[in-house]
């Protein structure tokens, strides 16, 4: 059972990497969304991986490292969206974008 949740976190991170990927090359393409965007996107997609995998406290060592990923991914993530929310409040393509990100996920986390 560790290996399935193992496959899931790196299926999430692979997944936050690969859209990372298209948005940069949507960005080649003409239709750019700034490296503001596409930074925070990525690290917020690991982070929502991240936070749906926390493993069971039998598992010390995986947690201190999910735990580790966790801090480094999502602290933060609060503050930035509503900076980038305000940022690009004009711009359509960007809000669309943002919109698929849950406010306020720091309150929840006890790490």
């Keep these: 059972m560790p290996e399935h949740k ?3 976190r790196k299926t999430h991170l ?3 990497t690969l859209l990372s990927a298209l948005l940069c090359l949507d960005g080649c393409s003409g239709n750019s969304q700034s490296s503001d ?3 925070y996107v990525s690290s917020r997609d690991n982070c929502d991986a991240l936070r749906g ?3 069971e406290p039998t598992e010390p060592d995986r947690l201190n490292r999910v735990i580790s990923d966790i801090n480094k991914y999502c602290k933060g993530t609060d503050q930035r ?3 980038l929310r305000e940022k690009y409040s ?3 393509s960007v809000m669309k974008t943002l919109s ?3 406010e306020n996920i ?3 986390m006890s790490f």
């Design 81 to 83: 969206l509503k900076q």
């Design 14 to 16: 692979l997944i936050g």
């Design 100 to 102: 698929n990100y849950e």
């Design 6 to 8: 193992g496959l899931h």
């Design 106 to 108: 720091e309150a929840g």
């Design 37 to 39: 965007v596409s930074d």
């Design 53 to 55: 995998d926390i493993p």
């Design 90 to 92: 004009g711009n359509e």
